[in-house]
């Protein structure tokens, strides 16, 4: 029998979870009305009013908020707790334009090692654990969000942040680290780096992984578990609603139980805006329900995926969502057809790769090319160039089949692909440049 962090929120029944998100809906509406000018305007626009919203049946009504606004109004413009009462900010990665800041007061920080402490116990973690935190630890809000969550399990925490492999190791090892938190690229790093080192899944002391942060396919998933010999959990989140414990998944591994009584999730089609039936793909968009330092009210993440109210064998009844198949904007049009990348490494690693690859697109003659670079393992490295040709063909065709589309594919040696510490990059579009 699984264990619960918060058992009466995580195993509420539907009712009682509808009730508690309609009084935190109206009190959050009312809250963002009164504090923060810039959304108010937007309702105002709209001609809604918090008197408009008095359960979550009225959430439709409510003005959309992006990542534009969020720039626009940079940095304080959707601030919803004076400046005194904020006590940490944290901020996106974003390459281009300003980045995102999100306050935190410190009620939303203890909200959000809740989240994150919901998901470790959901893995398997107890006080007897010992809980190695492999996410950057700063501005991103990975290595700070898991270990305020380890903490509150009452896990021994390692504050590892990313970077330095062999140290990382070198403690797993000396201190029996039994809990990984890592981005999945980073957690296949080490696991390379394990087996360089000669250590098989039975050498490695680690159980479980709570692993997110991006995308990642779920062949991607079975590679880790067998290479490390631990279970590993799908961790959501983003920053401008805290951080990682947006969602969190359980044993059954059939996608992420959403902390609804926090953030109360819609899917919408990107396009119209229009509120899409649970069980469609779509746009995901959230409400948080009780922040104080950066309330967000419908904001759409950009992120593709379905959500689902299939009972769980776990006893959650907090609603699921699907593994995001990737954001709106990392999917790529190539020819007129939609590929994500998590498409192209199931592929891969059906074949027997590892993720390491470069997905390269450009424009020549008007035409779309995809190329797609791959390292093979050191166990299939080859200089016969006959087989190396065989192993292209196998993957063209198998790209073909998965996405419709032609691929130029190319063979590279091991470790030529630049490793990620964090979230990886894969793909460079020159058609954007
Ligand atoms: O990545 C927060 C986080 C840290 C989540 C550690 C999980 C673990 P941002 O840097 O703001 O925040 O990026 C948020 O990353 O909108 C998704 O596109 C993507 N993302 C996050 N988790 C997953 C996941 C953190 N499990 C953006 N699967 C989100 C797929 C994910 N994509």
């Given at each position: 029998?699984?264990?619960?962090?918060?058992?009466?929120?995580?195993c509420?029944?539907?009712?009682?979870?509808?009730?508690?998100?309609?009084?935190?809906?109206?009190?959050?509406?009312?809250?963002?009305?009164?504090?923060?000018?810039?959304?108010?305007?937007?309702?105002?626009?709209?001609?809604?009013?918090?008197?408009?919203?008095?359960?979550?049946?009225?959430?439709?009504?409510?003005?959309?908020?992006?990542?534009?606004?969020?720039?626009?109004?940079?940095?304080?413009?959707?601030?919803?707790?004076?400046?005194?009462?904020?006590?940490?900010?944290?901020?996106?990665?974003?390459?281009?334009?300003?980045?995102?800041?999100a306050?935190?007061?410190?009620?939303?920080?203890?909200?959000?090692?809740?989240?994150?402490a919901?998901?470790l116990?959901?893995?398997?973690?107890?006080?007897?654990?010992?809980?190695?935190?492999?996410?950057?630890?700063?501005?991103?809000?990975?290595?700070?969000?898991?270990?305020?969550?380890?903490?509150?399990?009452?896990?021994?925490?390692?504050?590892?942040?990313?970077?330095?492999?062999?140290?990382?190791?070198?403690?797993?090892?000396?201190?029996?680290?039994t809990?990984?938190?890592?981005?999945?690229?980073?957690?296949?790093?080490?696991g390379?780096?394990?087996?360089?080192?000669?250590?098989?899944?039975?050498?490695?002391?680690?159980?479980?992984?709570?692993?997110?942060?991006?995308?990642?396919?779920?062949?991607?998933?079975?590679?880790?578990?067998?290479?490390?010999?631990?279970?590993?959990?799908?961790i959501?989140?983003?920053?401008?609603?805290?951080?990682?414990?947006?969602?969190?998944?359980?044993?059954?591994?059939?996608?992420?139980?959403?902390?609804?009584?926090?953030?109360?999730?819609?899917?919408?089609?990107?396009?119209?805006?229009?509120?899409?039936?649970?069980?469609?793909?779509?746009?995901?968009?959230?409400?948080?329900?009780?922040?104080?330092?950066?309330?967000?009210?419908?904001?759409?993440?950009?992120?593709?995926?379905?959500l689902?109210?299939?009972?769980?064998s776990?006893?959650?009844?907090?609603?699921?969502?699907?593994?995001?198949?990737?954001?709106?904007?990392?999917?790529?049009?190539?020819?007129?057809?939609?590929?994500?990348?998590?498409q192209?490494?199931?592929?891969?690693?059906?074949?027997?790769?590892?993720?390491?690859?470069?997905?390269?697109?450009?424009?020549?003659?008007?035409?779309?090319?995809?190329?797609?670079?791959?390292?093979?393992?050191?166990?299939?490295?080859?200089?016969?160039?006959?087989?190396?040709?065989?192993?292209?063909?196998?993957?063209?065709?198998?790209?073909?089949?998965?996405l419709?589309?032609?691929?130029?594919?190319?063979?590279?040696?091991?470790?030529?692909?630049?490793?990620?510490?964090?979230?990886?990059?894969?793909?460079?579009?020159?058609?954007?440049?």
């Open positions: 029998m699984e264990r619960y962090f918060q058992p009466e929120m995580e509420a029944s539907r009712e009682d979870m509808v009730a508690l998100q309609n009084e935190k809906l109206k009190k959050q509406v009312q809250h963002v009305w009164e504090n923060v000018p810039y959304y108010r305007a937007k309702m105002e626009e709209k001609g809604v009013t918090p008197d408009d919203i008095q359960s979550i049946d009225d959430l439709y009504k409510l003005p959309l908020i992006s990542k534009k606004d969020l720039r626009e109004a940079y940095p304080y413009g959707l601030m919803g707790a004076p400046l005194r009462d904020c006590v940490r900010i944290h901020s996106t990665s974003g390459t281009t334009g300003k980045r995102v800041v306050f935190y007061t410190q009620n939303d920080i203890d909200l959000w090692e809740d989240c994150c919901r998901a116990v959901a893995a398997g973690a107890t006080k007897d654990d010992v809980c190695q935190v492999s996410y950057g630890f700063g501005l991103f809000t990975g290595g700070a969000g898991l270990n305020g969550g380890s903490h509150k399990v009452g896990c021994l925490t390692i504050p590892m942040s990313s970077g330095n492999t062999d140290r990382q190791i070198m403690f797993i090892e000396d201190l029996q680290a809990i990984l938190c890592a981005t999945p690229s980073y957690a296949a790093y080490l390379e780096r394990f087996k360089e080192l000669g250590m098989g899944p039975d050498d490695i002391p680690l159980k479980a992984g709570i692993f997110g942060a991006e995308a990642w396919s779920e062949e991607m998933r079975q590679d880790i578990q067998n290479t490390l010999g631990i279970k590993a959990y799908d959501y989140g983003l920053t401008e609603l805290s951080g990682p414990g947006v969602s969190f998944e359980c044993s059954e591994q059939t996608g992420m139980h959403v902390n609804e009584d926090h953030f109360l999730p819609e899917i919408i089609d990107p396009d119209t805006e229009e509120v899409l039936p649970v069980g469609t793909e779509g746009e995901l968009v959230f409400t948080s329900l009780d922040k104080e330092g950066f309330p967000l009210l419908r904001y759409r993440t950009r992120d593709i995926c379905v689902s109210r299939a009972k769980c776990c006893g959650r009844t907090l609603i699921k969502m699907k593994k995001p198949k990737g954001r709106s904007d990392d999917m790529l049009i190539i020819r007129g057809v939609n590929v994500f990348p998590s192209i490494e199931a592929v891969l690693i059906n074949q027997g790769y590892q993720a390491n690859y470069q997905i390269l697109v450009d424009r020549v003659n008007n035409t779309d090319t995809l190329e797609v670079l791959v390292e093979m393992t050191p166990e299939m490295f080859t200089d016969n160039l006959g087989e190396i040709n065989a192993r292209q063909r196998k993957i063209v065709e198998g790209l073909k089949s998965m419709g589309l032609k691929a130029k594919v190319t063979l590279v040696a091991p470790k030529t692909i630049t490793r990620s510490e964090g979230k990886a990059v894969r793909v460079v579009d020159k058609r954007k440049i």
